[in-house]
């Protein structure tokens, strides 16, 4: 990023304290992954086992971390979201990003993806499209059985890979629970 055109980000950041409700997202961001993606001759430009691997990761600091309620991976980088926690109060930089982005220009994009690698969006696999949320999810799980054959069931968390669209409000609105703090 540094003297790229990217460059602007960095007005974002300052180093003012965080305001008390600020969920923290820390991005994890693969180190010259375009040079380590050519040495291990990954797939152009999505190679599923490699996203595979790094979804599995995720999940592992799910499982590990309690503090981290959402992780959202998409091509070298994941970004995990933590409940806003008091130790990481005072320090680190933040940016408070603008929230309109430039145009998309989706359509263009596409064209190029069909141009330099005849790949169709429209028919690539959702891991491709809309990357990987991972959250721990709420099931009904069935304990046992009563003498009257009527299931007893208990609401467990289990940590799931899925691929869907978390623009939207619609995700959001289905499982209120991942942004309430227990
Ligand atoms: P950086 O982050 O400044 O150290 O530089 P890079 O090379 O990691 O670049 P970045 O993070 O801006 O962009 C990710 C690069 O990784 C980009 O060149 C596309 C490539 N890449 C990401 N996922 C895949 C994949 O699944 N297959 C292949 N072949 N390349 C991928
Ligand atoms: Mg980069
Ligand atoms: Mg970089
Ligand atoms: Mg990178
Ligand atoms: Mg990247």
Not at 124 to 133: A, E, H, I
Request: one cysteine or more; hydrophobic letters at 35%; charged letters at 25%.
């Amino acid at each position: 990023m540094a003297n790229s055109k990217y460059e602007y980000v960095k007005k974002f950041e300052t180093d003012d304290r965080l305001s008390p409700s600020s969920w923290i997202v820390v991005r994890i961001d693969g180190c010259h992954f375009h040079r380590f993606s050519a040495e291990h001759a990954f797939a152009k430009p999505n190679d599923e086992n490699a996203l595979n691997l790094m979804n599995s990761c995720a999940v592992s600091m799910l499982e590990q971390f309690p503090d981290i309620v959402f992780a959202y991976g998409v091509s070298d980088e994941y970004r995990y979201g933590l409940y806003f926690m008091s130790l990481f109060y005072m320090e680190g930089n933040y940016s408070v990003l603008p929230k309109t982005g430039k145009g998309t220009q989706a359509k263009d994009k596409n064209e190029l993806l069909f141009q330099q690698f005849n790949v169709n969006y429209d028919k690539l696999p959702q891991m491709f499209r809309k990357g990987s949320c991972i959250y721990r999810k709420k099931v009904e799980e069935v304990v046992k059985l009563e003498d009257t054959g009527n299931p007893v069931t208990r609401t467990r968390s289990k940590v799931v890979v899925e691929h869907m669209d978390i623009i939207g409000p619609k995700f959001w609105s289905e499982h209120p629970y991942i942004l309430k703090e227990e």
